[in-house]
């Protein structure tokens, strides 16, 4: 959503003179572009320590070989589920009668919201061992119930918080679809499954590829639901590894990881790169819908139970939760205010952190004639695509062995947090801020130029206010996505300091599930509050 694709060229983009061309904002920029990649450094700082021999040895080890196999069956069965389940919804929600359409839109959109942990978590409650189904059916002979752990709980639960990513994309290319292009199909006899395979699905595949790949990054970076699933992939023996003080094992693993997110960033490039740039051609003509006929309340019962999967189970057993109660267990366990302090206080610093570093490089990108634009943009989109628990892990390294007595003492602990959330969140307020100044017609700073302000006074005076919504939208988003992130926090929060997230996690971990109602039933509401401003600051259509 906020990082929305632009497919002008450098050459195609206005050129403007004053601050975006000049040598400070270039500066500006490099440096943030820097930064974003100092983390990984500490993978080629490991990589050199343990030698050529050494890491063949480790990465040629049964162990690793099968989390290779393990991640790449994740991603694929996630990443093929979630267009099989978004494309149909999206088609149903944007071109056909629907009944009760317009809740269905935003609802199906709605597991955004939900951290993957905490879904998955609640189907563990729901459907695992002695859960809630199995109770449920004990007095009618039913003993035992499949296991919902390793690939099918894992694939299921992630399945359903990340297909939202392909059906925004999906809706948002089918609202612009010219579908008097489809009405010619049809006159030509073809039927409509024919009209779609051969006209529509040509013409959405990129915005299908590029849902896709965001779903693929996810399922590759995920740390919480392969934990909670017992399902060893990447992340989870990176953290296990890490913890056991294998640092070795885990700095390689993580050098795995980040060139498999290479490779898929480069498969995606390649794979719809080209068509990327037709997308945007059509006129808008959404008029004509299809008539479901007989099929309008089976395709309602189809989008409603997606959305009781992904909705009302998780909402149901943390309300369960909530009515029995704790079990007792006092301690650390216990919820506290403080906890939504300190999220939503550290959640803001890094959003406005965020939204103002990634001005320049967004500004240089949208505006600037210089070569520098596209590749600072790029590089700060590195910490996005490099899963979270390497970025904590690699910012823990870089503390304890360069931070010294600031490290020890906790004295850069929160700089050193809100910089891992930035690093990781970054190209959320750069692409929102890109889009809006794309939007912004260089003649109107200009216009103020003549007249006799600064550069920097007319950026402040004319450009700033125009943009101000795409970096609140991007801002709220950054907000979002670090008030849900775990392996970051987990990693590098300061000692003692606890939000919802170390909450959650901690209640779940230990089995005392009683205790992780309130946090996550806080931390969801907190989530839809922030999806509600993203979505109104971006004009999400409901129609």
């Known amino acids: 959503m906020a990082g929305n694709a632009d497919t ?4 195609d983009r206005p050129a403007s003179s004053g601050w975006s061309g000049g040598s400070v904002l270039v500066v500006l920029a490099g440096l943030v572009a820097v930064a974003v990649l100092l983390p990984l450094s500490w993978i080629v700082i490991a990589g050199f320590r343990v030698g050529f021999a050494g890491a063949l040895d480790l990465l040629l080890r049964e162990q690793t070989l099968s989390i290779v196999v393990n991640s790449f069956l994740l991603v694929g069965a996630v990443t093929g589920l979630s267009v099989l389940l978004a494309v149909p919804l999206a088609f149903l929600t944007t071109r056909t009668n629907l009944p009760f359409r317009r809740f269905f839109t935003v609802a199906l959109a709605m597991p955004l919201v939900v951290p993957s942990y905490i879904g998955a978590f609640a189907f563990v409650s729901a459907f695992g ?6 109770d449920a059916l004990a007095p009618f002979g039913v003993e035992t119930l ?5 690939l099918v709980g894992s694939t299921l ?5 990340t297909y939202p990513y392909v059906y925004i994309t999906t809706r948002a290319s089918l609202k612009s679809l010219d579908t008097t292009l489809v009405e010619a199909a049809r006159t030509l006899r073809h039927t409509r499954w024919q009209a779609f395979k051969r006209v529509t699905l040509p013409q959405i595949r990129p915005a299908i590829t590029a849902g896709s790949l965001l779903v693929a990054l996810y399922a590759l970076s995920d740390f919480g639901t392969p934990a909670i699933m017992r399902y060893d992939v990447f992340t989870r023996v990176i953290y296990v590894e890490f913890n056991a003080f294998g640092r070795n094992m885990a700095a390689l693993l993580s050098l795995v990881l980040v060139l498999i997110t290479v490779a898929i960033l480069a498969f995606e490039r390649r794979a719809g790169g080209e068509d990327r740039v037709q997308t945007d051609r059509g006129h808008g003509n959404t008029q004509s819908l299809v008539r479901l006929g007989r099929w309008r309340w089976p395709a309602a019962a189809f989008c409603g139970g997606v959305t009781a999967l992904a909705l009302v189970v998780p909402l149901g057993i943390l309300g369960l939760w909530l009515v029995r109660g704790t079990d007792g267990v006092a301690g650390g366990l216990a919820f506290e205010l403080q906890y939504v302090g300190n999220s939503v206080g550290i959640a803001v610093a890094a959003a406005l952190v965020a939204a103002i570093v990634g001005l320049p490089i967004a500004h240089l990108s949208a505006r600037g004639s210089s070569r520098f634009g596209d590749v600072f943009e790029r590089a700060s989109y590195v910490g996005y695509a490099v899963p979270g628990v390497v970025i904590g892990l690699a910012l823990v390294f870089l503390g304890a ?3 010294g007595g600031l490290y020890r003492t906790g004295v850069i602990a929160f700089p050193l947090l809100v910089f891992g959330y930035v690093v990781r969140f970054l190209p959320q307020a750069v692409g929102s801020t890109r889009a809006s100044l794309l939007r912004v017609s260089p003649a109107l700073p200009e216009a ?25 939208g991007g801002a709220a988003l950054v907000f979002l996505t670090t008030m849900k992130e775990l392996p ?3 990693l590098l929060k300061p000692p003692g300091f606890d939000t919802l997230v170390t909450q959650v996690w901690q209640a779940t971990a230990s089995g005392h599930y009683g205790h992780a109602a309130v946090p996550s039933l806080i931390l969801l509401f907190v989530s839809a509050l922030s999806m509600l401003v993203i979505l109104s600051m971006e004009g999400y259509d409901v129609k």
Not at 8 to 11: L, N, P
Not at 448 to 472: C, E, K, M, N, W
């Open 157 to 161: 639960v992630l399945t359903l918080y």
């Open 8 to 11: 002008s060229t450098a050459a």
């Open 129 to 134: 061992p002695q859960g809630q189904l199995q």
């Open 401 to 403: 062995r360069y931070g």
């Open 146 to 150: 499949p296991t919902i752990y390793g």
């Open 448 to 472: 103020a130029r003549t007249l006799g302000r600064s550069p920097f006074g007319a950026f402040r005076s004319v450009t700033l206010p125009l943009i101000a919504p795409g970096q609140v």
């Open 488 to 490: 970051v926090t987990l």
